[in-house]
């Protein structure tokens, strides 16, 4: 089982810790939770995205690899937040830690809502710790017909670090050449 703490400015996993602010964070990621599944360039915004096999995904920027965020996904089907790049992902073996709290694959949302810090709506849940912001993303459970059934369980955690990283504009993009 892996175990993984994510703290203000580092991602501990295994006891290693990966400073997510030096400049090989994305490279030293990849290599810890690796190896890399499969990248994807994300057309037009000049990022990409890497699937690795421990059941994580990393945004970075393609001009110098720097990291953006970090994605683990505890459900093989709902838990990539790019289904167009890998509708299917590995799954996390482990507990997310964050904040003192742990967070497993399928917990439930109930459960997680009554955390102290822990805020948001139904399905889309956040917790910050200075200029750690952690997204919950969770869904309900498919029946054997297809259908969502049941309490909403964890499928996916997002994190990013500082300000949030947006998208370049049009005008920005442009006046690069």
């Known amino acids: 089982m892996t175990a993984m703490v994510?703290?203000?400015?580092?991602v501990h996993v295994d006891g290693e810790?990966?400073?997510?602010?030096?400049?090989?964070?994305?490279?030293?990621?990849?290599?810890?939770?690796?190896?890399?599944?499969a990248t994807?360039?994300?057309?037009?915004?000049?990022?990409?995205?890497?699937?690795?096999?421990?059941?994580a995904i990393i945004?970075?920027?393609?001009?110098?690899?720097?990291?953006?965020?970090?994605v683990v996904c505890f459900d093989p089907d709902d838990g990539s937040p790019y289904p167009?790049?890998?509708?299917?992902?590995?799954t996390f073996a482990g507990a997310v830690e964050c904040a003192g709290h742990?967070?497993?694959?399928?917990?439930?949302?109930?459960?997680?809502?009554?955390?102290?810090?822990?805020?948001?709506?139904?399905g889309v849940l956040s917790l910050d710790q200075g200029d750690l912001h952690v997204g919950l993303h969770l869904k309900r459970p498919r029946n054997r017909f297809g259908?969502?059934?049941?309490t909403r369980q964890l499928v996916f955690v997002v994190a990013e670090w500082?300000?949030?990283?947006?998208?370049?504009?049009?005008?920005t993009r442009d006046q690069r050449g």
């Open 6 to 10: 994510l703290s203000m400015d580092a």
């Open 17 to 37: 810790r990966i400073d997510v602010r030096g400049p090989h964070a994305a490279m030293e990621l990849r290599r810890v939770l690796g190896p890399v599944v």
């Open 40 to 55: 994807r360039p994300i057309e037009g915004v000049k990022r990409s995205v890497s699937l690795l096999a421990r059941g």
């Open 59 to 70: 945004l970075s920027e393609e001009r110098d690899d720097a990291f953006l965020s970090l």
């Open 84 to 90: 167009t790049f890998f509708p299917q992902v590995p």
């Open 102 to 122: 742990h967070f497993v694959a399928r917990e439930p949302e109930g459960s997680i809502s009554r955390l102290p810090g822990v805020h948001g709506f139904a």
């Open 147 to 150: 259908k969502r059934a049941g």
């Open 162 to 171: 500082g300000e949030v990283k947006p998208f370049p504009s049009e005008t």
